[in-house]
């Protein structure tokens, strides 16, 4: 129960942050993708349908404050989620490095994504070069915060939690 409140504020602050926050600092060309972190997080940790739940619900929490289309971030953090739960399952995540390379693989899950989307699914013509240098400067910023963001889940997630539910 205690990870499923933390996970919850965490989302908020995440959406707080990513929607409303980064977007008044001047020198920021756009906000890191916050929500992509935790995603890869419960990927990495939370090996159950809690953990899907979870990222579906942290899309739906951004679809919902972001002005998206509907279920474009619910669709992309469960792809998200499901990837990197599949790499995870094969490959020994447990190191900065490697947490970092799933961040960066589930920032390519959600481009792809997009793009994928945008490219079937929109009637209006899409500025590319926008949509693209601003997807790959919320990845790389992500990128920058995943080692903090990491950080502090491991630090206020009980440990015996996150080893069981990766068993």
Not at 23 to 42: E, H, K, N
């Amino acid at each position: 129960m205690r990870s499923v409140l933390i996970f919850a504020v965490a989302g908020v602050l995440a959406v707080v942050v990513q929607t409303t926050l980064v977007q008044r600092v001047p020198f920021l060309p756009a906000a890191p993708d916050l929500i992509v972190t935790l995603c890869v997080y419960l990927g990495l940790h939370y090996h159950s349908a809690g953990g899907a739940v979870g990222a579906f619900l942290l899309g739906y929490l951004l679809d919902t404050f972001s002005g998206a289309v509907p279920g474009l971030h619910c669709v992309t953090m469960t792809l998200v989620f499901g990837m990197v739960y599949l790499v995870s399952k094969r490959l020994w995540m447990e190191n900065p490095m490697s947490n970092i390379a799933a961040v960066a693989l589930g920032s390519a899950v959600k481009i792809v994504t997009v793009v994928l989307y945008f490219a079937v699914g929109s009637t209006r013509a899409v500025n590319w070069w926008f949509v693209l240098r601003t997807l790959t400067l919320e990845a790389l910023l992500a990128l920058v915060c995943a080692p903090a963001v990491f950080a502090a889940l491991d630090s206020y997630l009980p440990r015996s939690a996150r080893q069981h539910a990766a068993e």
